[in-house]
């Protein structure tokens, strides 16, 4: 069935490094890819998404690009922030009617 | 107004007790849901609601009950519930169900813990 995988964490950096969170999906069709970010106590927030192939995502200084060729949607940024500490995760939506398909969720963890 | 109100935040309760979970949206959406989520795991989808007629139950153990009064209100009766069930529960709203590109709303959740 439909899935989505994320890489495992915590992923740990200091301030102003260089942030990848890879995620890639298997779906029937063409789905919409969303990242969604968990501050700590918070519910989730929409952070970016994009529909079809080719298209980026892009918010707050992080992008994302949907790959099809390789079922890809790797989250990034170029400059991360101690406030960027955060559990994401990837998700998709596949068919209308349908709701998301969450991955298992990557904590970021940066210091200053 | 683009929030999704829980109440509320903090919930302790007895395994013979029944109590009710709150969520209140007031952007029109038409869609709602109730997902569980465990500490660091994602969210586990419960229930749905379209147009106030529910849509989806992914199997919940009838010691959950969902109630949608209106199109603005969600309600989470709990009864009898184990100490398993203990969790963040999250409310949801997204304009419609019927589009794979909708950006879902999520509450702060309410933080259960079943003694």
């Known amino acids: 069935g439909d899935s989505v995988t994320q890489m495992e964490g915590p992923v740990t950096l200091s301030e102003e490094a260089f942030l990848t969170i890879n995620c890639t999906y298997t779906a029937t069709g063409y789905p919409s890819l969303f990242w969604y970010v968990q501050y700590p106590g918070e519910g989730l927030q929409l952070l970016l998404k994009a529909t079809k192939a080719d298209d980026k995502g892009s918010n707050k200084g992080f992008e994302a690009t949907y790959r099809k060729e390789t079922t890809s949607f790797h989250l990034e940024k170029g400059s991360v922030q101690v406030s960027d500490s955060a559990v994401y995760f990837c998700?998709?939506?596949?068919?209308?009617?349908?709701?998301?398909?969450f991955g298992k969720g990557t904590t970021l963890s940066v210091s200053s | 107004d683009t929030e999704v109100t829980q109440t509320p935040k903090h919930l302790v309760m007895g395994m013979t007790n029944k109590k009710s979970l709150k969520c209140e949206q007031h952007?029109?959406?038409?869609?709602m849901y109730w997902y569980k989520q465990k500490a660091k795991k994602p969210p586990e989808l419960m229930f749905v609601y379209s147009y106030e007629k529910l849509s989806i139950n992914e199997s919940v153990p009838s010691r959950f009950s969902p109630e949608c009064p209106n199109s603005s209100l969600l309600n989470l009766h709990l009864h009898a519930l184990q100490p398993e069930d203990s969790a963040l529960y999250l409310c949801?709203?997204?304009?419609?169900?019927?589009?794979?590109?909708?950006?879902?709303?999520f509450g702060s959740g309410t933080q259960l813990s079943v003694l």
């Open positions: 998700a998709l939506s596949y068919q209308a009617g349908t709701a998301l398909i």
């Open positions: 949801a709203s997204s304009q419609d169900l019927g589009r794979t590109n909708e950006k879902l709303f």
């Open positions: 952007m029109g959406h038409r869609a």
